[in-house]
């Protein structure tokens, strides 16, 4: 190694180097769900699903109340004094009620059993966008950390051809249009240095705003991370895969079934009901006199009722939730075609991906060969200074566009499988096995 690469090599180390404390992406996802208000309102919405289903339970099951008064009465005659008396009254009962045939009933229940799935799809969809939605932040704070990297390395790398063009300068082996182009190159890349850095502080602030963590270190992707791996299947198996599991589908279609069961509930309420009723009293009377009654009744019977008429009510309620059901149904169809196209969108944007680092690859390659050409070029005289400065700006603009793809086809895979519907936990600690700890 030459004196005159010890800079570059220094800094381009410095590039790939991360913190002992850096945190892995399944440590800041455990994070992210105790903290993410998104998340954290999912899981009260599918507790609040769990009550409704016992709620939607207990119309089917017997109700029983008990009930006990006590009264006392003082009667004053003015004219007969000796007639005044008081009197005490007391009652106790028990009654409770057993629905027979309320096919109302029976539709608010199945509906309460169906909140229960939508909860739980409501909840994998809201996890499964926490996994999409860190995964993006952690990996826009590691871009933004080597784009600053490169930055450095290349104003590093600048800052000695700048040093060279001077000393060539003063020797006499070069003008001072040399000097001075590498001058500006040296400014400007002092101004993508300045981006570089607040583009990261934002970055981090994002990540750790996801988090709820301050000092929010991410762990470096592995250079030797085998991405391609990770891709599998044709965009038609994803295609499908995606008809049968991706959460906002599975929501639509429990809506549609929802709706359908609104129909039923609006219908019942042209139906007649039949309960069983039943109730023990006891009544205690008393009066001044020591003259005491005690009544001990029971009653057991059903109570029919059938509707006659409603105003209208009824027959405009069915109407109602036909139209919504109607409309439940439009929605599982736009559901479906947005998220096949969401599919295939994600899956060509993973390909494409995939070979844009293929070709950033060979271009990084083919930026070092010329960058090393235009050196020794200019050293024997056969280029001029620009030509250097251009050559390393190519090299760390693709090595930047490198760091970017890799980090963009990681993301793109997560959405892919987001959109597959069979995003999960273990998808996030996978990605644990390419970042290095």
């Given amino acids: 190694m030459t004196l005159r690469t010890l800079p570059l090599t220094l800094a381009l180390l410095a590039a790939f180097t991360g913190p002992a404390w850096a945190q892995s992406l399944s440590q800041l996802f455990e994070a992210a769900k105790g903290h993410d208000a998104t998340y954290k309102s999912a899981r009260s919405q599918f507790d609040a699903s769990l009550a409704r289903a016992e709620q939607a339970k207990a119309l089917l099951r017997p109700t029983a109340s008990l009930g006990a008064g006590l009264s006392k009465s003082d009667i004053d005659n003015l004219t ?31 509906q309460g059993m169906k ?60 003008t001072i ?29 994002i990540l750790a705003d996801t988090v709820g963590q301050p000092q929010v270190q991410p762990q470096p992707l592995l250079m030797a991370a085998n991405i391609d791996r990770l891709q599998t299947g044709t965009v038609q198996s994803w295609v499908a895969q995606s008809s049968q599991d991706n959460g906002n589908l599975t929501a639509a279609r429990i809506a549609l079934e929802v709706a359908r069961l609104e129909i039923e509930k609006a219908k019942a309420a042209e139906k007649p009901t039949l309960d069983l009723n039943a109730s023990y009293g006891l009544n205690r009377f008393q009066n001044i006199t020591a003259v005491q009654f005690n009544n001990n009744n029971t009653t057991i019977g059903v109570a029919f009722n059938m509707p006659l008429y409603t105003g ?54 083919s930026s070092q060969s010329a960058l090393d050409a235009n050196k020794l070029g200019y050293q024997v005289g056969v280029r001029i ?28 895979q997560l959405r892919l499988r987001q959109a597959a519907g069979v995003l999960n936990v273990d998808d996030v600690k996978n990605l644990d096995g390419l970042l290095r700890p």
């Avoid at 009654?95 to 229940?109: E, F, H, V």
């Avoid at 996890?127 to 933004?144: G, H, K, M, N, P």
């Avoid at 947005?338 to 899956?347: E, K, P």
């Avoid at 090299?395 to 993301?411: E, G, I, P, S, Y």
Wanted: net charge neutral; proline share 1%.
């Fill in 177 to 205: 249009t040399d000097t001075r182009e590498a001058q500006a190159r040296f400014d400007l890349v002092s101004a993508q240095e300045i981006a570089a850095d607040n583009d990261l502080r934002v970055k981090q602030g």
């Fill in 115 to 174: 909140q229960v799935a939508l909860g739980e799809a409501q909840l994998k969809i809201a996890e499964q966008d926490l996994i999409v939605r860190l995964s993006q932040a952690y990996f826009d704070v590691l871009t933004a950390q080597e784009s600053l990297n490169f930055v450095k390395a290349q104003k590093s790398a600048v800052s000695e051809q700048l040093a060279a063009a001077k000393r060539n300068f003063e020797v006499g082996t070069s």
């Fill in 312 to 365: 209208q009510a009824s027959q405009n309620r069915i109407l109602e939730t036909v139209a919504l059901e109607e409309k439940a149904r439009n929605d599982l169809e736009a559901a479906q075609r947005n998220v096949a196209q969401s599919t295939r969108t994600a899956f060509f944007g993973v390909e494409s991906g995939l070979s844009q680092i293929k070709a950033l690859q060979a271009a990084e390659a």
């Fill in 80 to 110: 007969a004094p000796l007639l005044s008396r008081q009197q005490e009254s007391r009652n106790l009962t028990f009654s409770g009620s057993q629905p027979l045939y309320r096919p109302g009933n029976k539709a608010s229940y199945e």
């Fill in 385 to 412: 200074n620009i030509d250097v400065l251009n050559s390393q700006s190519q090299l760390f603009q693709t090595k930047r566009d490198l760091a970017k793809a890799r980090h963009d086809v990681l993301v793109g």
